[in-house]
Structures are given as C-alpha cells and as structure tokens.
C-alpha cells in the first residue's frame, strides 16, 4: 500500500496530534498529583490508606471509564466519546481546585479519572482507525508521546507554582488561596485549560471510517479517507474493511473465538505487566522516593522534571523507530533494560547507598527504556489487534485492565514503601518483567506494516 502524498500526511499527523491531546490529559492528570501528595497529606492529615486512595479515587474513576467507553465509542462513534471525555476532565480540573474537603476532592478525582479511563483507550483506537498501515505505528506512538509531554508538563507546572507561590499576590481571595496559599489546588486546577481546549479542537477531526463502515455509513467513510490517503487507495481499503466486517459476528460470543481469546490474552496481560514494571511508582511517587533518598522536595521535584524529558526524548526514539525496527524488537531490548534498572534500584536501597547520583542515574535509565519499549508497544498493539466490529469493547478489556492494575499499584505503594521498603518494593517490580518478555518474545506476533485488517485475520485464522 502506497504512503500518501505529503498533504494528506499533514492533515493525517493533525488529526493524529489533537486525538493525542486525550494522551496529553491522561498524562498530566496522573502525573499531577506526584507534587500534590505531600501537601494533600499534611493538609488533610492523610494515613497511608487514605494518601493511598487520592490516588487510586482517579484510577478506580479510569476503570468506570473505561467499562463503559468501549460499549459508547462502538454505539455511538469515537468523535462523540471523546468531546465526552474533554467535558470530564475540565469538570474534574475546575472541581479540585475549589474543593472544600478531602471527600470532595476524591469526588473530583474520580471524574477526572473516569476522563482518563475513556481518553487512554479511544484516543489510540481512534488514531489506529484513521492511520494507513506504514505509519500507524508512529502516529499512534504520537499518543504514548503526548502522555509523557502531559507528565512533564506537569512536572514542569509543579516545580514553577511551587516556585511562585511564596512570592505571588492575588487581589482576588481565591486566585489566592488556589495559588499561594494552598498551591496543590492550582497543580490540579491548570488541567483545565489544556482540557478545554481539548473539547473545541476535538469537534473539527472527522469520525473513524471504519466504525461508519460499520455503521453503513459507506459514503461517508470512503469521503473521508479520499482526504487522508487519496481516491484509489480509499476504494481498496473501504472494500478490505467490508469484506472483512462481513466475516465478523459483532457481538460478545466473538471474543470467545480461539484467536480473538488469544488476542484478549495478550492485550490483557501486557496492559497489567506494563503497570506492575513500576512506572508508576516513579510518576506518581517519585517526590515521595527521592525524599527518602534524602533530596529536598524542591530537589525531588526538580529531579522529577529530569525524568519527564528523558521520558519524552525516548519516547521520540519509539515514533522514530516502531514502524522500521517493530514492536517485538522495541519491547524485548527495553523490558530487559527495565529489568536490569530496577534490580540496581533495589540494590541501592539495600545496601543504604541511594542517596547519590546513581539512583537517579538507574531511575533515568529505567525511565528510558519503558518510554521506548513497554509504554508505546502496548498502546499501539491494543490499538490494531482487535476485529472492527467490537474493537471498541476488545479495547476496553485490556483498557480496563490496566487500570485495575495501575488502581491497585496507585493504593499500594505508600503501604508497601512503608511496610516491606523501597528495594524489595522495586525487586519486585523487577520480577514482573519477566513474564513480560516472555511473551513478548512467544505469544506476540509483529504487526509492523499490516493493515488493521490483515491483523484480524491473522487472528481469525490462528
């Protein structure tokens, strides 16, 4: 299949980046509270069950999004979820900022969070859905690379009102109390204006030819892939994507087919393993580890935004990388630099010398190869694997799955830093990479230039 022409390329990587902005939400929201933990805690004299459950009120949120963005995005289209999604996040972003107690705030982050759930699994799908198969792998990638510029973004936001707020003075009593005198409210209320903008922008993309293929909606498909890839190639793929939907059931029982089950294995087990590699115990409590280390809450967050751009630049290497060298390849080297990292980190904290540059060094490196590896193959593949039919509700399986998973981690790292320390803590981590590359090496198959509808088929005969 021909590459279209530089135009189309143009308003293909456009449609692509502003669908990404959901990745951009997601990546902020989760990533924000890393510089909220500390002051929430004191603020709300939190224990570690509740510091546990400020976090995990927004992935349990995910979760709720999740569940039901699959069975909405297949009814009633991608484009219209998504403006959904947009409307949660600024309600949560406006929500924490002016909330009066612990319990509203949690509220605020379980809406916020059920934004997150919906955008982490219908932005990627959507991105997958109107990619030609030569550059599917980058333009979804772009998505992994807006969640870690939303991270960073975040970061940066909390290193600079921290910064600002000793010496900022509002006339306005509650631009006051949200930006000096309880600063975690305006590290939570800025998402509202990325989130907004989301909203408006969303409007102006296209609907998903495939999912008005399946809707009947012919015409209307082929017009919109005649703009992204050209007349001719439009017709091929529009008779690919017919020939194939007729070969679906486009219900539930097609899950059960033995290929699809496979499909949903790997999907599922890759989304959880990605989370219990221990990501997340550096992005959402990264201040909190490097605190202990012994580094100042200004030097810990500083040193968070060190690990927002190297997130973002490796991430860079995946898009340069994943539609030449492929999945496999990225996910095996990277899983297995993960490993190495993360065993090191222990060691460090066993042997009581963490409290130097090397332990920023191993977090750097463990931090590089997830952004490369781990972090944008899973996105990609559970974004292409799945039949069109109930892509959506296949999606939201895994989707759902990483977010049990990341809920679970988010209530019990303050708890296990506490209860058994950081090195067993990230050995632990350490050994969730295995069975991570292990499948990734015997049971994924690489999708590298195949169409959406060559994968289905793969699966349909396996």
């Known amino acids: 299949m021909a590459k279209p022409d530089k135009g189309s390329r143009i308003v293909l990587v456009g449609i692509a980046g502003i669908a990404s902005l959901g990745g951009f939400l997601f990546g902020y929201d989760t990533a924000v509270i890393s510089g909220t933990l500390s002051f929430v805690r004191t603020q709300f004299e939190l224990n570690p069950t509740a510091e546990g459950w400020y976090v995990s009120s927004a992935l349990v949120g995910c979760v709720l999004g999740v569940s039901g963005a699959g069975w909405l995005s297949d009814k009633y289209g991608r484009k219209l979820i998504l403006l959904l999604a947009a409307s949660l996040f600024s309600i949560s972003a406006i929500g924490c900022a002016v909330s009066g107690s612990f319990s509203e705030l949690a509220i605020y982050r379980f809406i916020g969070g059920m934004g997150v759930g919906i955008a982490s699994m219908l932005s990627p799908l959507y991105i997958s859905e109107i990619s030609p198969p030569k550059l599917r792998g980058r333009l979804v990638a772009l998505y992994q690379l807006a969640i870690t510029v939303g991270i960073l973004c975040s970061f940066f936001v909390n290193a600079w009102l921290l910064t600002s707020s000793g010496t900022s003075v509002f006339s306005n009593k509650t631009m006051q109390l949200i930006f000096t005198e309880e600063v975690w409210r305006g590290m939570l209320g800025m998402e509202a204006i990325p989130a907004i903008g989301f909203f408006f922008l969303v409007i102006t993309i296209p609907k998903s030819p495939r999912w008005l293929v399946v809707q009947g909606k012919i015409e209307k498909a082929k017009a919109i892939l005649k703009s992204l890839v050209g007349g001719e190639e439009a017709e091929k793929e529009i008779e690919e994507i017919e020939e194939t939907v007729a070969m679906e059931k486009g219900s539930w029982k097609m899950l059960l087919q033995p290929g699809i089950k496979v499909a949903v294995f790997l999907g599922v087990a890759l989304a959880v393993l990605a989370q219990f590699t221990g990501i997340d115990a550096i992005i959402y409590y990264g201040p909190r580890i490097l605190e202990g280390a012994g580094f100042g809450i200004n030097d810990a967050l500083g040193s968070q935004v060190i690990i927002g751009i190297i997130n973002v630049l490796f991430t ?146 396996y």
């Open 316 to 461: 860079l290497v995946a898009i340069w990388k994943i539609d030449s060298i492929g999945r496999k390849p990225l996910l095996l080297i990277g899983t297995s630099g993960m490993l190495i990292s993360l065993t090191a980190i222990g060691v460090l904290f066993a042997v009581g010398i963490a409290e130097g540059i090397l332990l920023i060094v191993f977090i750097l490196i463990f931090i590089a190869c997830f952004a490369f590896s781990l972090g944008p193959v899973v996105w990609v593949l559970l974004s292409e694997i799945y039949p069109t039919k109930i892509r959506g509700r296949a999606m939201s399986i895994a989707t759902v799955a990483t977010w049990i998973g990341t809920s679970i981690i988010g209530q019990l790292i303050p708890i296990s830093l506490e209860g058994i320390g950081p090195a067993f803590t990230f050995w632990i981590f350490a050994i969730f990479c295995l069975p991570t590359i292990y499948i990734g090496w015997k049971i994924m198959p690489e999708t590298k230039g195949k169409t959406l509808e060559e994968i289905e088929r793969y699966w349909l005969n």
